[in-house]
Nanobody, 123 residues
Framework: QVQLVESGGGLVQAGGSLRLSCAAS????????VGWFRQAPGKEREFVSA????????DYADSVKGRFTISRDNAKNTAFLQMNSLKPEDTAVYYC????????????????WGQGTQVTVSS
């Protein structure tokens, strides 16, 4: 099975940027679609973005479209989430997840999850 570790979270002012990384070990990440989800306090975990095995296809939640960019470097066994024009409502714990069947927005399809990284956007 694949193990996932997120990094790159932190505290940033509104309008700023952060780049999250999702490093995989145990298995080759190119065998998995990768999704990013986030969970704010008191809210359910929600879909943010997903990318296919090769990176050719991507999906975004409407709330982040045009501001966030998902990518992957299979040679480095790592996926990324570039977050620009951050807003206070983007504050959450961000999780990456892997699905051997491909990409999608449903949490249930993802078999493997990282431990999460905190992103806090101040106004």
């Amino acid at each position: 099975q694949v193990q996932l570790v997120e990094s790159g979270g932190g505290l940033v002012q509104a309008g700023g940027s952060l780049r999250l990384s999702c490093a995989a070990s145990g298995r080759t990440l190119s065998n998995y679609g990768v999704g990013w989800f986030r969970q704010a306090p008191g809210k359910e975990r929600e879909f943010v973005s997903a990318i296919s095995w090769t990176g050719a296809n991507t999906d975004y939640a409407d709330s982040v479209k045009g501001r966030f960019t998902i990518s992957r470097d299979n040679a480095k066994n790592t996926a990324f989430l570039q977050m620009n024009s951050l807003k206070p409502e983007d504050t959450a714990v961000y999780y990456c997840a892997a699905d051997p069947a491909g990409r999608g927005s449903r949490r249930a399809r993802y078999d493997y999850w990282g431990q999460g990284t905190q992103v806090t956007v101040s106004s």
